[in-house]
């Protein structure tokens, strides 16, 4: 069974500039999650779909991030502009369901982002 | 709001040392508990989970057992290998899926 997958492995771009990240979850899983992972600390995360619809987008901000997941399967996360805090990695992660029973989520190997 | 804590590290250890690393946990109800291990350059993987109270989770010799009275899950190994030397995460589910983790505590272990 293929893993979660995710594109590109490494970004290095100027503050104020705009990235973009690609996830591709596990076939036929409805739940997909975005995390941010700062150095040093625990994925923290950003946003959460139910096939295409959003569960919890509550610690996203939404002045500069945007994530869309199209036909309930692939997602893009985009940053635009990026600042320097901004740096980190971006996991994305997808699980069966969302509920209690159904919790194992399965994480893709991440994009490393460096904004300078 | 919850929240997980786990002891600092880095931790090193000889090998076929006894591992021991704290998380404690805040929460409203009794969300699931799980450990994920990130090896060097690898995604995170999950280590063990449990469910409910007094639940112990295991996995390539690793364990943890889910204490209410305490909100704890310590994760622990009877001999560690040079292997294991990764950075390791405990975390809560809460109902919607999410998951908040602690802030990792790296383990190296030396032959």
């Known amino acids: 069974e293929a893993g979660v997958a995710q594109s590109p492995r490494y970004k290095i771009i100027e503050k104020r500039q705009s990235v973009a990240f690609w996830c591709n979850p596990i076939s036929g899983h409805a739940t997909l999650y975005w995390y941010q992972q700062i150095l040093g600390q625990g994925p923290k995360l950003l946003i959460q779909?139910?096939?295409?619809?959003?569960?919890?987008d509550s610690q996203l901000p939404k002045d500069r991030f945007s994530a869309e997941r199209l036909k309930g399967v692939d997602s893009t996360l985009k940053i635009q502009p990026a600042k320097l805090e901004d740096s980190a990695v971006y996991l994305c992660?997808?699980?069966?369901?969302?509920?209690?029973?159904?919790?194992?989520?399965?994480f893709g190997p991440g994009t490393r982002l460096l904004v300078l | 709001g919850d929240s997980v804590t786990q002891m600092e590290g880095p931790v090193t250890l000889s090998e076929e040392a006894f591992l021991t690393i704290n998380c404690t946990y805040t929460?409203?109800?009794?969300?699931?508990l799980f450990w994920y291990v990130q090896y060097p350059g690898e995604g995170l993987q999950l280590l063990l989970k449990a469910t409910k109270a007094d639940d112990k989770g295991s996995n390539k010799g690793f364990e943890a057992t889910y204490r209410k009275e305490t909100t704890s899950f310590h994760l622990e190994k009877g001999s560690v290998q040079v292997s294991d030397s990764a950075v390791y995460f405990c975390a809560l589910r809460r109902n919607t899926g999410k998951l908040i983790f602690g802030q990792g505590t790296t383990l190296q272990v030396k032959p």
């Open positions: 929460a409203t109800g009794y969300p699931s």
């Open positions: 992660a997808s699980s069966l369901f969302g509920r209690e029973g159904q919790e194992t989520q399965y």
């Open positions: 779909f139910q096939n295409n619809g959003v569960v919890d």
